[in-house]
């Protein structure tokens, strides 16, 4: 299947200071990636979907200005944490369709563990 | 709006025998697709079979297959030969068709293996 990166797998940060994640396609290009947050024993919550060449659309209740999503190529997305707080800590996961193959199939990342001290 | 329902919370099985994992779903729509996602502990997930609405026939992949019931709105999951390797949590998820569409997903379950 198609292979999914995230960079970097773990990350501590600062309160206020701002976190960046990066999200490729490796072996695919993706018009259309997806941000998802996690906390511990739960579900995936959509945060945001990216396009690329446009603007990220986002979910209810998601802070576009505190989480800035650019979507500048086939092969990268990437989602800023800005002024991070310790309610920001949490595990963002990506995924990207490849619109070569089963386009219905979305495929994740693995993961960024966040943490905001 | 769509919606997946995971009811079973934990569920636990005996090395080398067979589990299955309840999903339903709501939904108005006569084509999509679903999906069982698994997510071990290294939390990356991992697709582990996907169904077509369309298609009657049930999606087999090795040792996973499924029971999806279209009229009933239920998709379940069943695991023969179950393996250590399975322990993870699972996660049902629905697509609607079409180019910007987002997968739902339920809560997910939480299987354990027995040695």
């Known amino acids: 299947g198609a292979v999914v990166s995230q960079h970097p797998s773990r990350v501590i940060c600062k309160s206020g200071t701002s976190v960046k994640i990066e999200c490729r396609s490796l072996?695919?290009?993706?018009?259309?990636m997806f941000w998802y947050r996690q906390f511990p024993k739960q579900s995936l919550m959509l945060m945001a979907t990216s396009n690329e060449g446009s603007k990220a659309t986002y979910e209810q209740g998601v802070e576009k200005d505190k989480f800035l999503i650019n979507h500048a190529s086939l092969t990268l997305s990437t989602l800023t944490v800005t002024s991070a707080h310790p309610e920001d800590s949490s595990f963002y996961i990506c995924s990207a369709r490849d619109p070569q193959g089963e386009q219905e199939t979305q495929y994740f990342g693995p993961g960024t563990r966040l943490l905001v001290l | 709006a769509q919606t997946v329902t995971q009811s079973q919370p934990e569920m636990s099985v005996q090395e080398a025998e067979t589990v299955t994992l309840s999903c339903t779903y709501d939904?108005?729509?006569?084509?999509?697709?679903l999906f069982w996602y698994k997510q071990p502990p290294s939390r990356q997930m991992i697709l582990v079979i996907r169904?077509?609405?369309?298609?009657?026939q049930n999606a087999t992949e090795n040792r996973f297959s499924v029971n999806f019931q279209k009229a009933a709105k239920s998709f379940s999951l069943k695991i023969s030969d179950s393996q250590l390797g399975d322990a993870a949590m699972y996660f049902c998820a629905y697509l609607m068709t079409g180019a910007n569409s987002k997968l739902t997903f339920g809560k997910g379950i939480t299987l354990s293996v027995r040695p």
């Open positions: 169904q077509e609405a369309y298609k009657q």
């Open positions: 939904t108005s729509e006569s084509d999509y697709y």
């Open positions: 072996d695919f290009q993706a018009t259309t």
